[in-house]
C-alpha cells in the first residue's frame, strides 16, 4: 500500500529552500572564466568595499595542500582553489 502525502500534493510542504535561518554568512568561489590560464594577479578591492562583504579570500591566504587532479579517481577530494 502506498501513502499518500496530501503536504506534496496540496503545495502544503516544506522544503529546505523554504527555511529561514538566520546569521549565517554564504562563500561563493569565483573562478577563472578562461580555461588553464595564469592568473598573474587577482585586485580583491572591489570586492571587499562590496556592501555585504565579510571577507575575500584568494588562494595566497588559504593554507591547503595541493592534490594533482584525479589522483585516487575523478571523485577524490582536491582544493577549490589553485596555486603555482
Not at 580583491?44 to 594533482?68: E, H, I, N, W, Y
Request: aromatic share 6%; charged share 20%.
Amino acid at each position: 500500500m502506498v501513502e499518500r502525502y496530501e503536504g506534496l500534493l496540496s503545495g502544503h510542504a516544506r522544503y529546505t529552500g523554504d527555511l529561514e535561518v538566520g546569521d549565517v554568512l554564504h562563500a561563493v568561489f569565483v573562478r577563472s572564466t578562461i580555461a588553464h590560464a595564469r592568473i598573474d594577479a587577482i585586485d580583491t578591492r572591489a570586492a571587499a568595499s562590496s556592501a555585504g562583504v565579510v571577507a575575500v579570500l584568494t588562494a595566497a591566504d588559504l593554507s591547503f595542500v595541493a592534490v594533482p587532479p584525479y589522483v585516487g579517481g575523478p571523485n577524490a577530494p582536491c582544493p577549490e582553489t589553485a596555486a603555482d
